[in-house]
């Protein structure tokens, strides 16, 4: 969330009219909630964590946006080692010029995600290599081209086949809930192993869609 209100001072007159005098922008808080994923979840959480203990104002830049921001809160739900769910709401110190949406930033983006859905899809024994590479996705941030289009169905493919793998752990958990036959000790230590499976795809699928978006910009 972004956004915010305008001062502004109404002086009533003595016929009624009223004359609105406009003092500057205010602007609301910035709220951001999100999941930290792969092997680096734990450490990208505690860095946040500890911007928000120094107080210090930092840059916050995403698509066109920029600002310099101080972080109020940050919350964390520490779920397992790679997946972390956290809220965060920071204070605006001052709005900069807007950047380019087609900014380094936008491809550091686009890596990160692929670099960290890589990470999540090679915990559950799933192939990533039809990925786009560095190399392609470099290529591929111009909308319209060729290399665009290839990285985003390249991107989609994947996409389709966590969804299946979804639809598979969803009807494996169900199975699991409704079998009365199987031991209860073996069907809450399968269970668990399947739902662990389920966020590491969706946290997957997150991750490649989010890339798609920047990618179609």
Not at 76 to 100: E, F, G, M
Not at 143 to 168: E, H, P
Request: proline letters at 2%; glycine letters at 6%; charged letters at 15%.
């Amino acid at each position: 969330m972004f956004g915010g209100s305008q001062r502004i001072v109404a002086h009533r007159l003595a016929d009624g009219r009223r004359v609105f005098e406009t003092l500057g922008p205010d602007e609301s808080d910035i709220l951001f909630r999100g999941i930290f994923t792969g092997a680096d979840a734990e450490s990208r959480a505690r860095a946040i964590d500890t911007i928000r203990q120094q107080g210090n104002t930092v840059s916050l830049q995403w698509q066109s946006f920029k600002y310099d921001v101080i972080v109020r809160t940050f919350t964390a739900s520490y779920n397992s080692p790679w997946w972390i769910s956290y809220s965060l709401r920071l204070a605006v110190v001052k709005q900069n010029t807007a950047v380019s949406s087609q900014s380094p930033t936008n491809l550091s983006s686009i890596l990160a995600d692929l670099a960290d859905a890589r990470s999540g899809l090679a915990q559950v024994s799933m192939d990533s290599a039809s990925l786009p590479s560095s190399a392609a996705l470099t290529a591929a941030t111009t909308s319209g081209t060729s290399a665009n289009r290839n990285a985003m169905q390249a991107i989609t493919s994947v996409i389709a086949s966590i969804d299946q793998r979804i639809d598979q752990a969803g009807a494996n958990m169900a199975t699991l809930t409704s079998d009365e036959s199987t031991s209860p000790d073996i069907d809450v230590m399968t269970a668990l192993s399947v739902g662990e499976i389920l966020a590491i795809l969706t946290g997957c699928r997150a991750l490649l869609s989010r890339a798609l978006v920047t990618l179609a910009e």
